[in-house]
């Protein structure tokens, strides 16, 4: 089992940047592919992006693309969301995950944080 851990969350105004880290500890040497997912108030859960943690490469949702980047460091067991020119439609919680998929269903993902609460806000 992989445990998680996200941090960097707090509230920013519109146009602002946060960035948000993901710790993975336990069973790293299974990680494959980890992921961000967000969730707003009464709505589901939302895929945002993710990293396949060897070949590093990356994929967006498409209301993140050119706004948000992942980043991971492989020595540190880390992986970043750097979030720019937020809008309040970003607000949610942000889980980071973990799974053997690369995909965007949150079904598919095996280990998840505790989230982190972004809020966009003037």
């Known amino acids: 089992q992989v445990q998680l851990a996200e941090s960097g969350g707090g509230l920013v105004r519109p146009g602002g940047s946060l960035r948000l880290s993901c710790a993975a500890s336990g069973r790293i040497y299974n990680l494959y592919v980890m992921a961000w997912f967000r969730q707003a108030p009464g709505t589901e859960r939302e895929f945002v992006g993710a990293v396949t943690w060897g070949p590093g490469n990356t994929f967006y949702a498409s209301s993140v693309k050119d706004r948000f980047t992942i980043s991971r460091d492989t020595a540190k067991n880390t992986m970043n969301l750097q979030m720019n020119d937020l809008k309040p439609e970003d607000t949610a919680i942000y889980y980071c995950?973990?799974?053997?998929?690369?995909?965007?269903?949150?079904?598919?993902?095996?280990?998840w944080g505790q989230g982190t609460q972004v809020t966009v806000s003037s």
């Open positions: 995950a973990t799974g053997p998929y690369s995909n965007r269903e949150a079904s598919t993902y095996t280990s």
